[in-house]
């Protein structure tokens, strides 16, 4: 049995146009250049041919990668579930560093779709995990690198 891997709506779309960017125009590219130091001769000492096989070689696993991916993933839409102010996968978590009183915002997300530039966040992260089943105004202490850092729960949404 393969595990399902929870995925939002938009990491889903993302990887179905990474996909498709791969088979529609990265392969045929790839597959043009390959053809095209395959006509310069001698393949052994060809730069340009091993160089495009390479580029295969990254293209087609990626496209394996992206197909697994999405053959297991359990896609959920956060905006369809009931409101409320628990705290779960997709939802969007406004926190308040109890030591420094700044806030953050994080939407928990998929391993794939993390990045904490545009603040999502994995589920499987030590501050994702302490949030979710969480509530609004709940106090949460999370395990980070440079020791405990408390947060309260201001505001959770299912954007």
Do not use: C
């Amino acid at each position: 049995m393969t595990q399902k891997v929870p995925m939002t709506v938009t990491g889903a779309t993302r990887l179905r146009a990474e996909l498709l960017e791969l088979k529609t125009v990265a392969r045929p590219r790839i597959t043009a250049a390959i053809a095209e130091a395959r006509a310069h001769g001698d393949l052994k000492e060809n730069a340009e041919y091993h160089a495009a096989r390479e580029q295969q070689s990254f293209a087609e696993g990626r496209i394996a990668e992206i197909e697994s991916k999405l053959a297991r993933a359990q896609i959920i839409d956060v905006t369809t579930l009931p409101a409320s102010d628990k705290v779960v996968f997709g939802s969007t978590v406004l926190l308040r560093a109890e030591d420094s009183e700044e806030e953050r915002r994080y939407q928990i997300v998929g391993e794939d779709e993390a990045n904490i530039k545009e603040g999502k966040i994995s589920f499987s992260s030590p501050i994702a995990r302490a949030l979710i089943g969480k509530s609004t105004d709940d106090v949460v202490d999370v395990q980070t690198p440079g020791g405990i850092k408390t947060y309260e729960i201001r505001d959770v949404q299912y954007l």
